[in-house]
């Protein structure tokens, strides 16, 4: 403790000057704890869980096995994209032909493009198709038409059976962000009719592996 002398007098005598003790600082937690738990219970039960987004994808029936073979049919307005290591795209069109299938046709050739190209690719083969959604897309933006019609004219135009067609295989070397991106531009491209398959024919197969060796 600290002593203070006191002036005058002559006494000479002493007095002890006490300072005030400090009360220790002390916080009670509980009532912290019972808010954070509370805190914690409303936002569980008024969240919105997330819900994970998913790509529908809807693929034939498989033919009844009693049912007599149908004859057939050559899709000449069709695209086969091949999608494998490098960001490459190898594609055809029309029916896939081997030289020993029996159906007189020429055999399969693969060409090959990329991300960079395959849009003006597919535009130009459905040239007709884009020019009509371009259109009714110009109407829409005018306000010539409402939403609702918009989207059932789109889904008209894109639904016609001249409009092209496209299937999309990946073999094991492709990234799944190749497949995505394929599937957006089947959107920009006005083709309405897709598949996204993950297997190849052995015809095809066997022309992709000769191909990706050029690479």
Not at 62 to 70: C, G, I, T
Not at 118 to 135: G, I, S, W, Y
Request: charged fraction near 25%; glycine fraction near 8%; charge should be neutral.
């Amino acid at each position: 403790m600290a002593q203070v002398p006191e002036g005058g007098g002559g006494g000479g005598g002493r007095h002890e000057k006490k300072r005030a003790k400090k009360g220790s600082t002390h916080i009670d937690m509980t009532p912290m704890v019972d808010l954070a738990f509370l805190l914690l219970t409303f936002f569980i039960l008024t969240t919105t869980m997330y819900k994970p987004s998913t790509l529908q994808m809807t693929y034939p029936v498989p033919p009844d096995p009693n049912d007599p073979k149908p004859p057939p049919t050559e899709l000449s307005n069709a695209v086969t994209l091949l999608l494998t290591k490098k960001d490459q795209i190898f594609y055809y069109f029309g029916e896939f032909h081997t030289a020993d299938d029996g159906s007189g046709k020429p055999p399969t050739v693969l060409a090959r493009t990329d991300f960079s190209q395959v849009q003006k690719l597919l535009v130009e083969r459905n040239k007709q198709t884009v020019m009509e959604l371009n259109a009714l897309a110009k109407e829409f933006n005018d306000r010539k038409i409402t939403e609702q019609e918009y989207k059932a004219k789109r889904s008209a135009i894109k639904g016609t059976p001249s409009n092209m067609k496209a299937i999309i295989k990946t073999d094991e070397d492709a990234k799944y962000r190749n497949m995505i991106d394929m599937v957006d531009e089947m959107d920009i491209s006005g083709i309405g009719s897709y598949g996204v398959l993950d297997s190849l024919k052995a015809g095809e197969r066997m022309l992709l592996e000769v191909e990706k060796q050029k690479l």
